[in-house]
């Protein structure tokens, strides 16, 4: 059977009829009286276990150190060089290390990894110094894995087009891996494989295709 619009209406008159107008909510008082224990941490952190706290000493001279070089200007070639090599590679001098496991780890010995925190607050002109210190670095010493690692993340945080002075820059650090390449006797050796990455990425996701290996 077809209803049409105002058989509709009268059966939803009908409907609305049977509905009463005040609805009343059945609710058991004593549940609400009930108490209820809600867990709530006030404490922050949870205490390290025995022998897993570092000494009061080192944690003050790590917030030294990190407080001292956390922001190196863009200018302070020396200081990006310590925060990323760190003062061991920079000096090459041997770390310290202590016979107590719970010091944990310096980075101000061994470099801060190029974490996200860090290179998202670098503007271009900061990216473009700090790899421009690092490929000198590369030109001057040895290709190590912190290395590699900061110039991938440099890499990383260049915006297309290149301006001129970066467009340069990456030129000569692919052509400054290609030298270092050229040096290492194992071509099964792991520091092949980030020189090429490397040289790849300049090559051809930066458009510098006469730089590029030739496909085999």
Not at 7 to 22: G, L, M, T
Not at 65 to 75: C, E, L, Y
Request: glycine residues 4%.
């Amino acid at each position: 059977m077809r209803l049409n619009f105002r058989h509709s209406f009268f059966f939803c008159r009908i409907e609305a009829a049977k509905c009463p107008d005040v609805v009343v909510a059945e609710i058991d008082p004593k549940k609400l009286k009930k108490k209820q224990t809600v867990n709530i941490s006030l404490s922050g952190c949870q205490p390290a276990p025995v022998g897993y706290s570092p000494t009061l000493k080192w944690q003050r001279e790590q917030v030294a150190h990190f407080s001292a070089i956390r922001q190196p200007k863009s200018d302070d070639e020396e200081g990006w060089k310590k925060f990323c090599l760190g003062e061991k590679l920079y000096l090459e001098a041997a770390v310290q290390v202590s016979s107590d496991d719970s010091e944990g780890i310096d980075y101000v010995q061994i470099g801060f990894p190029p974490l996200l925190s860090i290179v998202s607050r670098m503007n271009q002109a900061t990216v473009t110094a700090v790899l421009e210190y690092l490929t000198n670095w590369l030109a001057a010493k040895e290709f190590t894995t912190e290395l590699g690692r900061w110039l991938y993340a440099l890499l990383a945080c260049l915006e297309k087009p290149l301006l001129p002075e970066a467009h340069s820059l990456i030129r000569q650090l692919a052509r400054q891996c290609s030298e270092v390449r050229v040096l290492e006797e194992n071509k099964n050796d792991e520091k092949v494989s980030a020189l090429n990455l490397i040289i790849c990425l300049v090559g051809r996701y930066f458009d510098q295709h006469d730089l590029a290996d030739e496909a085999t």
